[in-house]
């Protein structure tokens, strides 16, 4: 059969749940403090269109800040800060690594064994 004459028997509702699942595939893969709870539903709202990696989806956040959640708002500009559970481990294991792009994000999984027990417990968090 002819590929084209496939398509043609493909259903309306098909279409949509494959195509939904594109939607969820795209967003799955943001930054793993973004990928919280605390800017899930931000990161939805406001940067549904901007695809994740390359430090994308935090980009999109700084240029709508001023219409984050409160909750967002404040995780978001801690994790800017390098604050949080893995603040201690970032400067002890990741001194030198710029923040951005997912640098320390890389750094702090190579140093995955020597983490504390707080900053492995948001890692934790975090879909792979």
Do not use: N, Y
């Not at 939805?44 to 956040?61: E, F, N, S, Y």
């Not at 002890?92 to 890389?106: D, N, P, S, T």
Request: proline residues 4%.
């Amino acid at each position: 059969m002819h590929p084209l004459r496939v398509l043609r028997h493909i259903t309306p509702t098909a279409a949509i749940i494959g195509l939904a699942g594109i939607a969820v595939l795209t967003l799955w893969p943001v930054t793993g403090w973004a990928r919280e709870e605390a800017c899930a539903q931000d990161i939805k709202r406001l940067c549904k269109d901007t695809q994740a990696g390359a430090g994308r989806i935090v980009k999109c956040l700084k240029e709508h800040e001023a219409e984050l959640s409160t909750e967002c708002k404040s995780h978001f500009t801690a994790a800017q800060k390098g604050e949080g559970p893995c603040k201690e481990d970032r400067e002890k294991f990741c001194k030198g690594v710029e923040l951005g792009g997912g640098r320390v994000m890389k750094c702090l999984k190579q140093h995955e064994a020597e983490l504390s027990a707080g900053c492995k417990a948001q890692g934790a968090k975090v879909p792979k």
